[in-house]
């Protein structure tokens, strides 16, 4: 197999079977990230010259094989090692209905390669490879638009599914790459259709865009160049909303939010994230100025007149959860985002001296389930938006705090209750509703330092109680 990816011992053999019956083909993804350097996570195979009994009966001996469906002509293969991989019949599609599931398929075993290729939504996805001689099958050019960067549709029937341009929003930040101007026409045309979608779908294509990009601002240029950024009107808004030169001399708000999302994804914070975490970062740094719009305005400051957003933190949060909530976002998702933009400019507390101890941990009580060490990300992406600004006094600002934040051991976690029910209850007290205003005094206390442990903490609750 000299010019293919490597392969698996276990697809090999899988491949080596399926040769016997039929003429398979590695396709999609897999073959566009080899080419582009990048370790295939995902290998599809696609076999044409035989039918569906026949392709099941070749890949039976290796593992379980599921029916994704019959009329679709899709095998899943379960080895036993763990791994799986899809199987697939050549087919046609046909438009029958509204949205994106509104197709007739029908396998067809005789397609050959640039018909089979035709119905894929880009023509980097459209190359395929033939595992045994390496040689690539590239009818629409997509080896040449990679080299290019450039995101073009591979034929007219693009235009029938919508979900394909959300596919373009993420496919351009992933890989950094532009869309073809001929491709953001038909994009435009296409984008009334987004009320077809169901919202799951436009969740799993944002859900890429925050967990797996390299250039997020690309996602943001794709939906501006298509039309389809209406369809989210928080992140809208922020285009063409001015921001005070002096502070921000890269441009409006829509300017400075990219520029933040390509500083984030740069950072180890984000990079060395688990994908729970990449998502939570992003999604915050996009919504962190979600409240200037509604709060801009022109006012004097150090003497002259300026544009300044005096509240746009507290003003994100409802934008924040509305925006969250319209692309179908997990429920527990909103807490944890909302907490870090309402909070992106607490590192500001300190610019007149250390922070304090207590405001530390009121701060980490306020962020959980987030924590400061996520918002000391958010804070330097913020700070990072703002070329040719050099930003070290507002970094030497987010490392105090994160390093007061260590000091205290809450860089990571809230700070928890110490004096808990169950010690109201060793002092003979009997649960009812006078607890409750007692542990929260007692919370407090602990949050302003009247002490640090659970001896200090019954110390304090004794006379309280007196």
């Known amino acids: 197999m000299d010019g293919a990816p490597p392969l698996p011992d276990d697809l090999r053999a899988m491949l080596e079977s399926v040769r016997r019956v039929g003429r398979p083909r590695l396709v999609g993804g897999g073959v566009r990230d080899w080419l582009l350097g990048l370790a295939p996570k995902d290998f599809d195979i696609e076999v044409a010259g035989t039918d569906f009994e026949g392709l099941r009966r070749a890949l039976s001996p290796f593992?379980?094989?599921?029916?994704?469906?019959?009329?679709?002509?899709?095998?899943?293969?379960?080895?036993?090692?763990?791994?799986?991989?899809?199987?697939?019949?050549?087919?046609?599609?046909?438009?029958?209905?509204?949205?994106?599931r509104g197709f007739a398929v029908e396998p067809d075993p005789n397609l050959g390669d640039a018909e089979a290729a035709a119905r894929r939504d880009f023509t980097v996805n459209s190359i395929s490879l033939d595992p045994f001689t390496g040689a690539l099958i590239d009818p629409f050019n997509g080896r040449a638009d990679l080299r290019a960067r450039i995101l073009r549709h591979t034929s007219s029937a693009f235009s029938e599914d919508p979900l394909r341009v959300l596919r373009g929003f993420q496919l351009a930040s992933r890989f950094d790459l532009r869309l073809a101007p001929e491709t953001a026409a038909l994009c435009r045309e296409m984008a009334p259709a987004f009320a077809e979608l169901p919202l799951e779908r436009v969740w799993g294509e944002w859900d890429k865009w925050a967990v797996q990009s390299v250039r997020p601002s690309r996602g943001l240029e794709v939906l501006e160049e298509t039309g389809w950024l209406r369809h989210f009107p928080e992140v809208a808004a922020l285009r063409g909303t001015p921001q005070e030169p002096d502070w921000h001399p890269e441009g409006d708000v829509m300017d400075h939010t990219r520029l933040c999302l390509d500083a984030l994804v740069s950072l180890e914070g984000w990079a060395a994230s688990q994908a729970g975490r990449r998502r939570m970062l992003s999604f915050a740094v996009l919504a962190h100025d979600f409240g200037k719009p509604p709060t801009t305005e022109r006012a004097e400051k150090r003497g002259a007149m300026r544009w300044v957003s005096p509240g746009h933190e507290s003003a994100g949060g409802p934008l924040t959860d509305s925006f969250l909530h319209r692309i179908g976002a997990p429920v527990g998702l909103a807490p944890p985002v909302r907490a870090l933009v309402v909070h992106h400019l607490a590192h500001h507390h300190g610019r007149t001296g250390d922070f304090t101890d207590a405001q530390v941990r009121r701060l980490a009580r306020k962020l959980s389930p987030a924590t400061i060490d996520d918002l000391a990300v958010v804070m330097t992406a913020d700070a990072l938006g703002r070329p040719p600004l050099a930003p070290p006094e507002i970094l030497a600002l987010i490392e105090r705090l994160r390093g007061r934040a260590l000091h205290l051991a809450l860089e990571a976690a809230a700070p928890r209750p110490i004096i808990l029910g169950r010690h109201l209850i060793a002092m003979g007290r009997r649960p009812g509703p006078e607890f409750k205003p007692v542990l929260d005094a007692a919370f407090e206390a602990q949050l302003d330092g009247a002490f640090t442990d659970e001896a200090g903490g019954l110390g304090w609750l004794r006379e309280r109680l007196k």
């Open 63 to 100: 593992g379980a094989t599921d029916i994704v469906g019959r009329s679709f002509g899709v095998v899943k293969v379960r080895a036993g090692n763990g791994s799986e991989y899809d199987f697939s019949l050549p087919r046609r599609e046909s438009k029958t209905g509204a949205g994106h």
